[in-house]
């Protein structure tokens, strides 16, 4: 697992924070994900491509709906699954039997949205695949 970057600015008071640092700071956590998260990059090229059939084959309101759904949830609980990892490592250097356990379900709510989303994709898409 790579390195995490330290926090910019440790000095500043806690307290209220702006709407637009808000949305800074998560576009900053979403973009250290996907620079140093494999899965993450899978997902999103999988999104890519779904994205791209779903134009090609003209899916309905109720489709698309469905469709940025599974990709809402599985890219969340990817981003959910590198922040347990994360913040695992940081807890528990060493080994330890419950930090496998954390991160094997933090892992395993990835793949339970996963294979929900190829469900979805398969119902969606298949009829159209089919003929």
């Known amino acids: 697992m790579t390195e995490v970057r330290p926090i910019p600015d440790e000095s500043r008071p806690l307290g209220r924070t702006t709407l637009l640092n808000a949305f ?3 576009f900053s956590g979403f973009a250290y994900a996907l620079r140093t998260q494999r899965n993450l990059q899978i997902h999103v090229a999988i999104a890519g491509i779904v994205v791209t059939a779903g134009l090609f084959f003209g899916l309905n309101r109720l489709e698309w709906c469905l469709i940025i759904v599974c990709i809402g949830l599985t890219g969340t609980a990817e981003l959910l699954n590198t922040s347990v990892e994360v913040l695992v ?3 528990s250097p060493e080994y330890h039997e419950r930090a496998r356990v954390a ?8 793949l339970c949205s996963a294979l929900a989303s190829a469900v979805v994709g398969v119902l969606v898409f298949g009829p159209r695949l089919a003929g």
């Open 89 to 91: 490592d940081l807890l």
């Open 24 to 26: 800074r700071v998560a």
């Open 103 to 110: 991160k094997d379900v933090a892992a395993a709510a990835v």
